[in-house]
Structures are given as C-alpha cells and as structure tokens.
C-alpha cells in the first residue's frame, strides 16, 4: 500500500475521512453510504472483495467487515466450519465466519478507540491490508475443503504462508 502519511490534519479526527482519503489515493471504487459508513471494492489476486467500515461514536469502535461471495455445496458445509475454525486459529487480527443466508464469507475486525483515541492513517490502511491479506491466503483453503471436496488438513497446507521482510 501507498504511503499515507500525507493526509492532511483535519482528516485525522474522522477515521471515515481517512477510508475515504486511503481509497481516492489507491483508486479504488467507493461509495460514502453515510457520514460514519464507507463501502469499497478491492480487487485481489483471486477475487474482488467488497468492504465496508463504519465508525461507532458510541461504541467508540471502528470496524471493518470484508465480503465474498461463497457458494459451498451443501453437503461440505461441516467441512467449511471445520476450516474456518483451523484459519481462525492463523488470524492474529480478525476473523472470519460464513453468512450461510447470504452466502457470504465475512471477515470481521473492530478497532477500540476509547477515551477519544483517534485512529491515525498507517492503522487504518493495515485494517484494510490484513483483511485482505486474509482473504488471499484462506481463499484457496476454503475452495479446495468446499468445491475441491479436499480434506480439511490437505486444504489448510496450502493456505499461503504470510511473508515477513523484502524480497
């Protein structure tokens, strides 16, 4: 990701003016829904996915919920609990849980702001790089348990291993 220190002050003290800034920075596809909401399209290596941040003022919680769509069989969906619950036990950050209704894979982060912490421009930015960063490394795992009818062990070996330092 960009470099974001270059946000202006005035943008520090509304993190959803810092989603906005981060996105029109990366030229990602967005949409204001509200004064304290944002969605966003951030394409992957395997997929698009869909976010969205909203800002609580009473929870006093930023949070961040990453979607895609994910059509399991029926008859592998035990298999797919049993994954999630594997790649949950990876996430350091986060998590992820499958919206059957909506057939939806859902990754999950709030971010606690109490006492009028605000949150500043490189946090933000990292929210929205682990939760994509999770998705591509767990999506192959997921396709390979559900439609590859792979075992859950064989699945989870191929997730992709987080890289550290520069290559």
Known sequence: M???HDLDGAEAFDPIDIVESIAARHDWEFDRIADDQITMSVEGQWRTYALTLAWSSADEMLRLISTFEMEPPE??????????????????????TYWADQRLMVWRYGLALDGGQVADPEQIARMISAAVSAAERFYPAFQLATWGRRTVDSS???AICEA????
């Open 75 to 96: 008859d592998r969906l035990p298999q797919l609990y049993e994954l999630l619950n594997l790649t949950n036990d990876q996430c350091w950050a986060g998590a992820f």
């Open 156 to 158: 989870m070996k191929i």
């Open 2 to 4: 960009a470099s974001t």
């Open 164 to 167: 550290y330092g520069r290559a």
